[in-house]
């Protein structure tokens, strides 16, 4: 059954619409959801001790101590003032600068002017080494989180990633773990905010606590209006994500080597550049929307706390006026309301903001929540080495995730060990399906497959695949060094030079890679420098070098030789069948001048195994596979 990848777990309210001639609707949230997402600043948190509890204490201890002097420095001050109020009170009082400083009156003021320019000092040294150990942190978590993806992504299934929705969370989850490390420093300084907070409200409190509520509902709207838009910027990335992977593809379609042969044979630039722009436009019109709203909004919210900062001020301005405060006092207060008013506007800005951010985290998380279906069981069995009986398909029925029809059904068959068999048959057949049954990509929906008289289910998974040598059609070609690009059938021995010699020259990939500058360490494919690409052909003997790497028991090529002419195909599969002795192998192949050298051959149609037998039992048999040999044999008369 389909499953769904929506962030949280949740299927998202409602289909996200698209309005006439404009971007997609966003999906808006209650206030319940938006703070909902809270709940993932914890896991988050214990993700960023795990990178380094060291470089996090000391973030911490540094950041508390750093709180702490915007209260002391603007107290200092405040006592900077009245004594000097004082001092310019002094009957008889010093007329030179020589005369004061021999008088000692500036003895205690010295000693204030000292402390204030200590602490300029020491808030600045600070500043500068958290942001040294937040750098280091944020790269480090980056890092980390990054690593974590991908170590899942490869406990995913196959299912997952061939399903577009699946794609677009991973797409959001990728961004998130390197996206969102700007939260990390977030949340330490609203930590470190916070904390200066109550430092200063501890002061306001002593003359005028009343002030502190005036403040509060005077910044309230601020931070309902910021949540608001915070949520709906979230909403709009969210449903978008399609988009935004169609904008990246477009991209990188329109500027790649892989493309660019094409797109200039065709002339493909002026609808890539099109669609692109469609597609930004788009995205550029939503955000300006959005964009404006939330900064019209922004100014009132901000206008009402300015007003409520200034009847503050007024208050205290005309209780100095009345003597109960002193100058002093009057700097000290006016000081303290202007950076707690300030603050608060920030730690409200900011606490909507990390909600706001917690929503891109639930996208993180939500992936990690992502569990695989196919997996070892707790008591796997061995795989066989050799195998002695070989693998059973029976009555084996599968069928894709969404798709109407069966790719495979009532599949039965036997592949004995060491046999070669040869898979045949027309687009859609089901041959590339059984390989991916075969080798536990996905499972049966009916029947089962046995191996030496047990279910596939039984194995080790890790085992399982580790025994089997697979070279698709659509191989991957890595941007690589050649050695590389063939060790990856057998990465653990990566430096086995030998091993990789040796598949290299079973495949006749050997001669490619002694054309080559930098022979077995040259950088092939043309993404990175100094690489050097190499023809179709030349690609797939890489490639097919990857399954003798392995030195599996189990052998399958599943068409990776279409891009080689007739001969050196024939060549390869001839080699195949020779160094596949005691192996049990698979072919797949199109041409029957290559297949006819199998011990059987398979003809599978409409999902299940229509004929059996050798090349001449099936000519003979006049059947789908003379009728396909014929059709070949006729091009080339």
Same mark, same amino acid.
């Given at each position: ?7 949280? *777990?949740? #299927? ?25 997402? !809270? ?5 988050? $948190?214990? &993700? ?36 000097? +109020?004082?001092? /310019? ?29 200590? !602490? ?8 500068? +080494?958290?942001? $040294? ?6 790269? @480090? ?8 993806? &991908? ?33 990390? *420093? ?7 905010? &916070?904390?200066?907070? %109550? ?19 005077? $910044? #309230? ?82 206008? &009402? ?11 205290? #301005? ?11 006092? !009057? ?34 998380? %939500? ?24 693998? +059973? ?9 969404? %798709?109407?029809?069966?790719? #495979? @059904? ?104 002694? @054309? !080559? ?7 092939? *494919? ?5 690489? /050097? ?9 890489? %490639? ?50 290559? +297949? ?6 398979? /003809?599978?149609?409409? *999902? ?30």
């Amino acid at each position: 059954m389909p499953r769904s990848y929506s962030s949280g *777990g949740r #299927v998202p309210r409602g289909a996200p619409g698209r309005a006439p001639g404009g971007p997609p609707l966003p999906e808006i949230r209650t206030f319940r959801e938006r703070f909902g997402a !809270l709940k993932n600043l914890w896991p988050f $948190l214990l &993700m960023v001790w795990r990178t380094s509890p060291y470089l996090a204490s000391a973030s911490l201890a540094l950041r508390l101590a750093r709180a702490l002097l915007p209260i002391a420095t603007l107290f200092v001050g405040k006592l900077i003032i009245d004594d000097v +109020v004082l001092l /310019v009170q002094v009957p008889d009082k010093p007329q030179t600068l020589s005369q004061w400083v021999n008088s000692g009156l500036l003895n205690w003021l010295g000693l204030l002017l000292l402390a204030e320019f200590a !602490l300029a000092v020491l808030s600045d040294i600070l500043g500068r +080494v958290v942001s $040294l150990i937040d750098s280091l942190l944020s790269e @480090r978590v980056s890092n980390v989180s990054s690593v974590r993806l &991908m170590q899942h992504a490869a406990t995913l299934d196959l299912e997952d990633f061939e399903d577009a929705e699946f794609q677009d969370q991973l797409e959001r989850a990728r961004r998130q773990s390197s996206g969102r490390m700007t939260l990390m *420093g977030q949340l330490l300084s609203q930590a470190q905010d &916070m904390v200066t907070v %109550a430092s200063f409200a501890a002061g306001l409190l002593v003359y005028a606590p009343w002030l502190i509520v005036l403040l509060l509902l005077a $910044l #309230v709207p601020a931070f309902l209006g910021e949540a608001h838009f915070n949520a709906q910027s979230y909403s709009l990335d969210f449903v978008r994500t399609p988009e935004r992977r169609e904008l990246d593809y477009v991209r990188q379609t329109a500027a790649s080597v892989e493309t660019a042969k094409e797109v200039k044979i065709f002339g493909l630039h002026s609808f890539l550049i099109d669609r692109y722009v469609r597609l930004a436009t788009d995205f550029y019109a939503a955000n300006r929307k959005l964009a404006l709203r939330r900064a019209g909004w922004g100014g009132v919210f901000t206008a &009402m706390g300015t007003v409520g900062y200034y009847l503050a001020y007024a208050y205290i #301005v005309l209780r100095t006026l009345g003597g109960e405060f002193s100058i002093g006092d !009057l700097t000290f207060l006016a000081g303290s309301f202007r950076r707690l008013r300030t603050l608060l506007e920030g730690l409200l800005s900011s606490f909507s903001s990390t909600a706001g951010q917690a929503l891109y985290l639930d996208d993180l998380f %939500a992936f990690f929540q992502v569990k695989p279906e196919i997996l070892s069981p707790q008591n796997p069995r061995p795989f066989p080495h050799p195998i002695s009986q070989g693998f +059973v398909f029976e009555d084996v029925g599968f069928i894709y995730p969404g %798709a109407e029809s069966w790719a #495979v @059904r009532h599949l039965s068959f036997t592949l004995q060990a060491g046999e070669v068999v040869a898979l045949v048959g027309e687009n859609g057949a089901g041959k590339t399906t059984l390989v991916k049954l075969l080798t536990r990509l996905y499972d049966p929906d009916e029947g089962r497959i046995l191996l030496d008289g047990h279910d596939l289910r039984e194995y080790d998974l890790e085992a399982l695949r580790g025994n089997m040598g697979v070279i698709f059609q659509d191989f991957v070609r890595y941007n690589l060094s050649a050695s590389d690009n063939i060790a990856v059938g057998r990465i653990t021995h990566r430096d086995d030079h030998e091993r990789i010699s040796k598949a290299a020259s079973r495949s006749q990939a050997d001669g490619v890679i002694a @054309r !080559l500058p930098g022979k077995y360490e040259q950088m092939i *494919g043309k993404r990175f420098k100094n690489g /050097v690409e190499l023809s179709g052909g030349e690609w797939q003997k890489i %490639a097919i070098a990857r399954a003798y790497m392995r030195e599996a028991e189990v052998l399958i090529l599943d068409e990776p030789t279409a891009a080689l002419d007739a001969r050196a195909e024939f060549e390869v599969f001839r080699r195949f069948k020779e160094l596949s002795e005691g192996k049990t192998a698979i072919l797949i192949s199109h041409r029957f001048s290559s +297949v006819r050298m199998a011990d059987r051959i398979l /003809v599978l149609a409409d *999902g299940k195994v229509e004929a059996a037998g050798t090349h001449e039992e099936l000519l003979a048999q006049e059947g789908r596979y003379a009728e396909l040999f014929e059709l070949q044999a006729a091009g080339y008369r």
